[in-house]
């Protein structure tokens, strides 16, 4: 919604990994990676980090849609919109992350981007049980 003014999963920029074995859903997005495959794959230098937050941003109006970082993301949390011909992938919303505010369920946090990968989202689905099962 902060970035698009409405309520669309398909222009969500927050994705919902499945347990299938298990039930349980877990909300993900861009980990901000230290070392981030997607600035360093585009072509254009479009992925840029913001000085103020550490966040890698996609800059639109340099981006020409080509979609390599979509490629080198190893979690593919980048995702092309078809509307604009363009990538989008989370920016922190400035350093204060809208998704994290506005989840009821606490589902979604903003936490340390060292904290990834999927042992740390199944640790995570777990804590949770099914409270904060998406649909």
Partial sequence: FENYGT???AK????????????KKVPYTCT???EAWCLHACPVEA????K???AKVVNEATCVGCKVCTIAC???TINYVQETGKVQKCDLCGGEPACADACPTGAITFIDANWTGLGKMEQWADKLGNQAAAA
Wanted: hydrophobic share 35%; aromatic share 14%; proline share 4%.
């Fill in 74 to 76: 190893p979690f593919g």
């Fill in 52 to 54: 103020a937050t550490g």
């Fill in 32 to 34: 901000q990676c230290d």
């Fill in 7 to 9: 309520f669309a999963t």
């Fill in 47 to 50: 992925i840029t980090v913001d």
């Fill in 12 to 23: 969500s920029r927050i994705k919902v990994f499945n347990f299938h074995h298990t039930g």
